[in-house]
């Protein structure tokens, strides 16, 4: 035997046993993000809290909980995608200052300029990179173009094109009218003059009808009871015997959820003795509070509150392993206007 082949022989077989000593993956395998906060570096553990990807190699690690890909901050590279081995899988779409957030399960990639999605459970490419311009999905499809500009305004910049058309999420192109599923930058239009016309925090403590003429006089919504066309009303109800009249009120439509903002996926209103007590929100995927503070102009600060407002809570964001995951990131907001009373107390 050749001096080669006994070396040959012998670099195969040293790869054999380092390959048999490495620790399988198992299914329910996952590395934690960790924050140095003294250098302000990140990194991964295991469940043991042993490190496994050191503080420092990235500026940032978006994702807590590591299973299959994690998306971070490399120098000099952007937003990208990680595999276990920590191979890049590609970049991510930057959007609003961060990793372009997942909607409807999938979040934008990149790859040589063009633009792609990915799933957000398992980082798998399912629409790969071709398109100039890609907006999030939104009922099962996404409006992109191939021949799009983009026009600075102010700090933000915006897509034109002549020729956007719609795909679902196999990548397919669909035919869908477009009045009938308006584009993100209409319903950011109608979203951003509703909340100017009538922030969030001003519904607070408003009546059922007040509430009511708000949605008639901006969306032609007319309540079947809470309208305009109601201005004498009075909440005669009791807490303990008449309960159903106590805490009456109107319910926001389903209908106009999306219209408050894209983000949002359902918001439902408690009344108690006619007046507002709290909003509650429920988000179609974990977003930033920095955001939503952005969304709702939100103050940080209780020492901010309105007078109106006695709390602002964002929910805990729980990974599928129910342990808490990056605390910056909810899908739940709730607005208080006063706490749970009787009739009496709430008197002004």
């Known amino acids: 035997m050749s001096r080669y082949a006994i070396y040959s022989f012998g670099f195969l077989v040293l790869f054999t046993i380092m390959a048999g000593c490495r620790p399988k993956l198992k299914s329910n395998d996952y590395l934690v993000s960790f924050n140095d906060t003294i250098k302000d570096q990140w990194g991964y553990k295991n469940q043991n809290g042993e490190i496994i ?18 998306i971070v901050v490399k120098p000099n590279s952007g937003f990208i995608a990680i595999d276990r081995q920590e191979e890049v899988l590609y970049e991510i779409f930057p959007f609003d200052n961060g990793p372009d957030e997942s909607s409807e399960g999938l979040f934008r990639i990149l790859e040589k300029n063009k633009i792609g999605f990915a799933d957000s459970l398992t980082g798998k490419i399912v629409i790969k990179p071709q398109f100039d311009c890609a907006r999030p999905f939104e009922n099962g499809v996404a409006e992109v173009s191939n021949t799009c500009s983009t026009i600075q305004e102010g700090e933000h910049s915006i897509w034109k094109s002549d020729h956007w058309f719609y795909i679902d999420k196999a990548g397919k192109r669909v035919e869908t009218k477009a009045q009938t599923i308006p584009s993100s930058a209409n319903i950011q239009r109608i979203k951003s003059s509703f909340l100017l016309r009538y922030p969030l925090l001003t519904w607070m403590r408003k009546s059922p009808v007040e509430i009511g003429c708000m949605l008639e006089t901006e969306f032609s919504y007319k309540d079947p009871v809470f309208n305009c066309d109601y201005k004498d009303y009075v909440n005669k109800g009791d807490p303990i015997k008449n309960t159903t009249e106590y805490y009456e009120g109107i319910k926001f439509p389903d209908s106009l959820v999306s219209k408050i903002d894209l983000s949002v996926e359902t918001l439902e209103l408690e009344f108690e003795h006619g007046n507002l007590r709290e909003i509650s929100i429920q988000f179609k995927d974990s977003i930033l509070k920095s955001k939503i503070s952005e969304i709702f102009e939100l103050p940080t600060k209780r020492s901010k509150f309105p007078d109106n407002i006695t709390d602002i809570g964002y929910g805990e964001n729980i990974s599928a392993s129910n342990k808490p995951v990056n605390l910056n990131y909810t899908r739940w907001l709730t607005i208080e206007g006063f706490d749970h009373m009787g009739a009496v107390e709430m008197e002004n």
């Open 53 to 70: 990807i050191p503080s420092g190699k990235y500026l940032r690690c978006f994702t807590d909980t590591f299973k299959t890909y994690a």
